[in-house]
């Protein structure tokens, strides 16, 4: 009787032995903003296929250094901002600067994606401290 359930266990562990070979373990989510040094925040923009970014607006605060990345999750998009001399396409996703002016920055797809490009923005909003 023992033995059969030996085989059960043998078996179960051979299968889940297999699985994991073949599927790998499901990775661990990365907390991207663990290793900021103080005083630094990350913003991530992340561009989606129906011509929107994730968030309407995406918030910093006067004299944070700010680390901000551009995510293409569907199509190939680009993130402007005029004002701060900022444009994240092709290679160069991710920039990092000083939020030394409060105020709203329009921050606009800069890559033609399609039909919804022109209305393609969000805000980036620089929050006095
Ligand atoms: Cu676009």
Do not use: R
């Amino acid at each position: 009787m023992h033995k059969w359930i030996m085989f059960v266990l043998l078996s179960a562990a051979s299968l889940l032995g297999v699985y994991l070979l073949t599927f790998g373990l499901p990775p661990k989510p990365v907390d991207e903003t663990a290793e900021l040094p103080p005083g630094t925040v990350l913003v991530k923009l992340v561009a989606n296929s129906d011509f929107t970014f994730s968030e309407e607006e995406y918030k910093v605060k006067v004299g944070d250094n700010v680390i901000l990345k551009l995510q293409n999750k569907s199509g190939i998009h680009g993130a402007k901002i005029e004002e701060l001399n900022i444009d994240l396409t092709g290679e160069n996703l991710e920039t990092e600067f000083k939020a030394d002016k409060p105020g709203e920055y329009i921050v606009h797809c800069s890559v033609p994606c399609g039909t919804g490009h022109v209305e393609m923005k969000t805000k980036l909003i620089v929050e006095a401290a």
